[in-house]
């Protein structure tokens, strides 16, 4: 069951707002790519991967682009999640 499948509706609408809004970026191409995984993935997250979303976007753009391209090593409980990103 999904994060959001477990709240009720008005608290899970909130979260997602706020998801959706700290995933704007000034960085185009990290916009692009966070708007883009939002629409194919975001109801779909398990509670650690919103877990681990919300804290990947404490991550500044070009950290989290580099992460995400594979210029730099990113912690191990991210690797699914970024990848997931970059697929979509």
């Known amino acids: 069951m999904t994060r959001i499948q477990e709240q009720g509706s008005a608290s899970s609408e909130r979260m997602l707002?706020?998801?959706r809004w700290r995933s704007?970026?000034?960085l185009l191409e990290m916009d692009l790519l966070l708007q883009r995984f939002l629409e194919h993935h975001l109801v779909t997250l398990t509670s650690g991967e919103l877990d681990q979303y919300g804290e990947v976007l404490q991550l500044d753009d070009n950290g989290?682009?580099?992460?995400v391209l594979g210029r730099i090593p990113c912690e191990p409980?991210?690797?699914?999640?970024l990848e997931k990103i970059g697929e979509t």
Do not use: H, M, N, P
Not at 64 to 67: C, G, M, V
Not at 77 to 81: F, G, T, Y
């Open 17 to 19: 707002e706020r998801l």
């Open 24 to 26: 704007r970026r000034g």
């Open 64 to 67: 989290l682009l580099d992460r």
């Open 77 to 81: 409980e991210w690797v699914a999640l």
